[in-house]
């Protein structure tokens, strides 16, 4: 099992920063990715941003320029600095990790954390 837990989310002005974080424990093996993805009330969930072990970096369109995702290899955490925070930017935002355990995949997800932007 993989334990994925995400911390902090909050209310923030628009124009704010906040920055999430994502920490895997449990029997990981080895991490391929780590990613953020956020679901709005009435919409579907959509992939914010991911990370690779190899280094590749990925964003959401709409999110470029404001948002950068970055990793700590030896903590099995990784970031999500958002800046310049705009109202549309709220949603419940989930941690997903990708990893190989023993020659199986896995995909676990974190319990979401809010992030409230106001106008």
């Known amino acids: 099992q993989v334990q994925v837990v995400e911390s902090g989310g909050g209310l923030v002005q628009a124009g704010g920063s906040l920055r999430l974080s994502c920490a895997a424990s449990?029997?990981?093996?080895?991490?391929?990715?780590m990613g953020w993805y956020r679901q709005a009330p009435g919409k579907q969930r959509e992939l914010v941003a991911f990370i690779t072990s190899g280094g590749t970096l990925s964003y959401v369109d709409s999110v470029k320029g404001r948002f950068t995702i970055s990793e700590d290899n030896a903590k099995n955490t990784v970031y999500l600095q958002m800046n310049s925070l705009k109202p549309e930017d709220t949603a419940i935002y989930y941690c997903?990790?990708?990893?190989?355990?023993?020659?199986?995949?896995?995909?676990?997800w974190g319990q979401g954390t809010q992030v409230t932007v106001s106008s």
């Open positions: 997903n990790v990708h990893g190989n355990l023993h020659g199986s995949w896995y995909n676990y």
């Open positions: 449990g029997s990981v093996g080895s991490i391929y990715a």
